[in-house]
């Protein structure tokens, strides 16, 4: 059974950096062969992606909002992902979570939704003070 576990979250003030890992476990196939992704959800918003990374780690996508600011990654020896924020922003305040989808070329689909990860872990709170 694939297991996510998030670290790294916590409290901020503007203008800072976080960095956030998610360690995985279970897989019954490489690391390399699933999409990941990270995704956050804001009180009173829908949960929203922030960026995904193909199975080889080389090809990223990221949202608007993290464009320029942050970067994921993945250590595909390690199995883990991880997600670099710099220049944090108040809005930037949310629950994040990171998502496993099994693929088997370890591409992610064109435009990623929620509803195409099957395994997510239980969050880690990122918030920001301006």
């Known amino acids: 059974q694939v297991q996510l576990l998030e670290s790294g979250g916590g409290s901020v003030q503007a203008g800072g950096s976080l960095r956030l890992s998610c360690e995985a476990s279970?897989?019954?196939?490489?690391?390399?062969?699933?999409?990941m992704a990270w995704f956050r959800h804001a009180p009173g918003k829908e949960r929203e992606r922030v960026a995904t990374?193909?199975?080889?780690?080389?090809?990223?996508n990221y949202a608007d909002s993290a464009k320029g600011r942050f970067t994921i990654s993945k250590d595909n020896t390690e199995s883990t992902l991880f997600l670099q924020m710099n220049d944090l922003k108040a809005e930037d305040t949310a629950i994040y979570y990171c998502?496993?989808?099994?693929?088997?070329?370890?591409?992610?689909?064109?435009?990623?939704?929620?509803?195409?990860?099957?395994?997510w872990g239980q969050g880690t709170q990122v918030t920001v003070s301006s």
């Open positions: 998502a496993t989808r099994y693929s088997g070329r370890g591409l992610c689909p064109t435009n990623p939704r929620e509803g195409d990860f099957g395994a």
């Open positions: 279970g897989y019954r196939s490489p690391f390399n062969l699933y999409c």
């Open positions: 990374v193909e199975g080889d780690g080389n090809t990223k």
